[in-house]
């Protein structure tokens, strides 16, 4: 899919099918399968993507004490504790997020999400897979590819009540040194 300045609602659905056509087609219905979004950005796409496929195990980790750059990225105010519905021993874990960069979020997702069991699989799904991973971290289901430079931002908007206000930007943000 190419990419311009931003997604439109209606692009943003179809990248949305695409995720959940995907999901359907690697899992039977009847798998033990456990989705939980990455707080703060997976919530909402987790909750789209069980609603779509009628699954019921929706859960949602925090990440904020497993991250390594606490220190620099204080806890967000719109705090989400970690919520699982059921035991994820055994499980298949879906992790969801909306963006996909550095792999960081994900390792501290994973990091979180086993110190409350072990599944028997774990997977991630995500929105957008902007490239630029520091760490070894895939994403098994992807709704965009979008290579976006260090000194750009994309920003997901999902509206929970309003899904045809949903939109991606890519934006401009000050250079990152290291």
């Known amino acids: 899919m190419s990419f311009a300045k931003s997604l439109s609602a209606a692009e943003i659905h179809t990248a949305l099918d695409r995720l959940c056509q995907a999901i359907a087609a690697r899992h039977p219905s009847d798998s033990k399968i456990v ?10 796409l987790a909750r ?3 609603s779509r496929l ?3 195990n929706i859960g949602t980790l925090d990440i904020s004490f497993h991250r390594d750059d606490i220190g620099r990225n204080p806890i967000p105010k719109e705090f989400s504790p970690t919520t699982i519905p059921v035991d994820v021993n055994g499980a298949i874990v879906i992790l969801v997020d909306d963006v996909l960069f550095s792999g960081r979020t994900v390792k501290a997702a994973l990091d979180e999400l086993f110190d409350h069991g072990r599944p028997s ?3 991630l799904a995500v929105l957008i897979d902007r490239g630029g991973h520091k760490l070894p971290i895939k994403a098994d289901y ?3 590819v979008l290579e976006a430079g260090e000194s750009e931002k994309i920003v997901v908007s999902l509206d ?3 899904p045809a206000n949903d ?3 890519l934006i401009a943000s000050k250079p990152v040194h290291r």
Do not use: C, D, P
Not at 35 to 44: D, F, K, S, V
């Open 35 to 44: 989705l939980l979004g990455i707080a703060n950005g997976g919530i909402t």
């Open 48 to 50: 789209r993507l069980g």
């Open 54 to 56: 009628s699954l019921k």
């Open 121 to 123: 699989l774990v997977e």
């Open 142 to 144: 992807i709704g965009v």
């Open 160 to 162: 929970a009540a309003h």
């Open 167 to 169: 939109s991606v930007r």
